[in-house]
């Protein structure tokens, strides 16, 4: 069966014994997208009712609303989440966004794609997200550091090092989750250094923590080629985003001996067919604020970049980017999904019925939490590792979930996103089961 196959009703499993049914997300949002492929996951799991209904929902959310002094010495009110999604093989783990889109049905779609990503890599944690709606461009840094340090403080009595592990996302850095650590710890009384992952490396962060998620993606990519037998050297790739993820994939495909050929941030985009030189833009970057002041190549939209034809197009902004809209005209031979969410349902079946092989992002960007899990073991144990050590585990993990998922699409007959679904989804159901149910 293939996922063209599959139905699509967002409400295919109903809520176990009547329960009330939270209000149906909006078309086209991540939720609706991350609820559709959960339902035709559950299918072909044949999941009974009552397991279905839990899975797909969270089980806490927590909206948090708090002040803010800002420079002008006015009181701003801003509103966070933190949700989590299961905790059925261990504590839960995901990032905090900051981004003025945010609100509590995207932070529930994140927390339940990090269930399944973490069940896909087979790392011991189920999900979580959070989010504050701000746009961090325009605080100051003081101002971040107060709503960084007011936000902690609100969703202290959902977070822990043994319950809830925070880490960055879109629009937070190491020095967010500094300040988070800091928040945390003193309200402790004493330094709680795996509170967070994704922390600065001189309070207990890991070494190759930052460049996980942009490396995994490209180790991925690379062993897809192996495994099809395509030649990867000098491969054309094309980039969306150029933050913590779109960057260092972009540096990790040049020095794999890719060719970039263009990128782009939330201003436009950047192309040359000839390869930009990603070391020179990431050392401009440090000092400008968007790629398309750069030289190197010729201004182009967002638009256009998603088109262009390449090997490998590495979404790695935001969810919805390659719609029913656009999925027609995407001229890449594999999409590796560097985002979360990036793909909308009805892009999938487009894509697939033109024969463009999707990495998905519970696979694909699943490097960001396999080291978070590495910095938290070292946190814990306040025994440190070398960085070669770190980027070794980190391939040999991504390798085998990249087979496990192959191997199940092959003997199942699915497309790697299906696939990934229904191992991931299986083994969190898998451990829900073995746990027995309580009281
Ligand atoms: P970031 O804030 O560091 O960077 C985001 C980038 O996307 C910026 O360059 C921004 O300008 C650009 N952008 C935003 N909106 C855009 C738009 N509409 N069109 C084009 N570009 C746009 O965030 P990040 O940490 O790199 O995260 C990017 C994505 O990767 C998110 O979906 C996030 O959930 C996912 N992700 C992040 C990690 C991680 O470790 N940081 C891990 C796994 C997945």
């Known amino acids: 069966m293939t996922i063209a196959d599959l139905p699509h009703a967002p409400s295919a499993v109903p809520a176990s014994n009547g329960a009330p049914q939270q209000p149906p997300p909006k078309q086209e949002s991540a939720y609706a997208t991350a609820l559709a492929q959960f339902d035709r996951a559950a299918q072909i799991l044949n999941l009974d009712p009552g397991m279905a209904s839990m899975l797909r929902s969270c089980k806490r959310e927590l909206t948090v609303n708090f002040p ?16 989590h999604h299961n905790t059925a093989r261990g504590p839960t783990k995901g990032g905090i966004r900051y981004s003025p889109h945010v ?109 996980a998620t942009g ?100 979404p790695a902004a935001r969810e919805n980017q390659i719609t029913a809209a656009n999925a027609a005209h995407i001229r890449a031979r594999v999409i590796a999904e560097g985002a979360n969410g990036p793909t909308t349902p009805e892009a999938d079946e487009i894509l697939m019925a033109n024969n463009v092989l999707v990495i998905p992002d519970i696979l694909c960007n699943a490097g960001g939490v396999i080291v978070s899990y590495f910095e938290w073991v070292q946190s814990l144990q306040q025994l440190f590792w070398e960085e070669d050590d770190v980027n070794h585990r980190l391939e040999r993990i991504l390798i085998r979930s990249f087979h496990d998922v192959y191997e199940l699409a092959i003997r199942m007959d699915l497309d790697l996103r299906t696939a990934a679904l229904v191992l991931g989804i299986g083994r969190v159901a898998e451990a829900t089961r073995t746990r027995g149910l309580y009281p």
């Open 68 to 83: 803010v002094k800002m420079d002008n010495g006015e009181v701003r009110r801003f509103t966070g989440y933190r949700v």
């Open 103 to 211: 609100d509590l049905d995207e932070v529930r779609a994140l927390a339940m794609w990090m269930t399944w990503k973490c069940a896909v890599v087979n790392i011991p944690y189920g999900g979580a997200k959070g989010g504050v709606v701000c746009n961090p461009k325009e605080l100051s840094p003081r101002e971040l550091e107060g709503l960084t340090r007011r936000y902690t403080t609100e969703i202290t009595p959902f977070i822990s090092p043994e319950g809830d592990i925070p880490a960055p996302d879109m629009g937070t850095n190491p020095q967010i989750m500094a300040w988070m650590m800091d928040t945390y710890s003193m309200h402790r009384g004493y330094s709680v250094p795996a509170i967070v992952t994704g922390k600065p490396v001189n309070i207990g962060g890991s070494a190759g923590r930052f460049e």
């Open 215 to 314: 490396r995994g993606i490209m180790f991925v990519v690379r062993e897809a080629y192996r495994t099809f037998g395509w030649r990867f050297e000098g491969i054309r790739v094309v980039v969306q985003g150029f933050g913590n993820v779109g960057a260092i994939t972009a540096q990790t495909a040049h020095e794999m001996g890719c060719k970039v050929i263009a990128v782009s941030d939330v201003a436009g985009g950047l192309y040359n067919p000839n390869g930009l030189d990603i070391p020179r833009l990431r050392r401009f970057m440090q000092t400008h604020q968007s790629v398309c002041e750069f030289d190197g190549g010729e201004r182009i939209t967002n638009a256009e970049l998603l088109t262009l034809p390449c090997d490998v197009l590495v």
